[in-house]
């Protein structure tokens, strides 16, 4: 299997923050932290569980929120996050900033990322925890097969 979900199946869930556009760019972003968490149990399997696609549901709606939200911080020369996109346009060129962010340093974006790779993980582990794939092995087991 090359696709754990289709645009389709994520629409068909419920799922719609991220649009057609960007949507097989963060499919195969969720696929690859699955993949490294699942050490690639999934890939010869013919068919998705149902838990494999809602995990990949909201792991790609958890990516695209979180690149979203860095996108939206501009770099000032001191090495601080200075100001964000709070209001954008495009017809009118127009972007709004909002208030000055003294708090957010590369020490912190870097324990942000730490913290959202984290989340990843719980949230892998909190879909995937006891199934397995159609070899009949569970995806999360780290031991000796």
């Known amino acids: 299997m090359t696709k754990y979900l289709t645009e389709k199946q994520y629409n068909d869930l419920g799922y719609e923050l991220v649009d057609s556009d960007s949507f097989e760019r963060y499919n195969y972003k969720a696929k690859t932290k699955i993949d490294k968490y699942t050490f690639r149990r999934f890939i010869n399997d013919e ?3 149902e838990e494999l696609k809602m995990c990949m549901c909201e792991l790609i709606d958890m ?7 860095l996108a939206s911080y501009q770099f000032n020369a001191n090495g601080e996050y200075d100001t964000y996109v709070k209001k954008e346009s ?9 208030s000055r962010l003294t708090n957010v ?14 989340s ?4 892998i582990r909190d879909y995937l925890n006891g199934v397995k794939n159609e070899c009949g092995k569970l995806v999360l087991y780290r031991g000796i097969d």
Request: without cysteine; proline residues 3%; charged residues 25%.
């Open 90 to 98: 495009n017809d009118g060129v127009s972007v709004e900033y909002g």
């Open 47 to 49: 068919k998705a569980p």
């Open 63 to 69: 990516l695209y929120s979180f690149d979203k939200t």
């Open 120 to 123: 990843v993980y719980n949230l």
């Open 105 to 118: 340093t590369f020490d912190s974006l870097s324990t942000a990322r730490k913290t959202f790779e984290l």
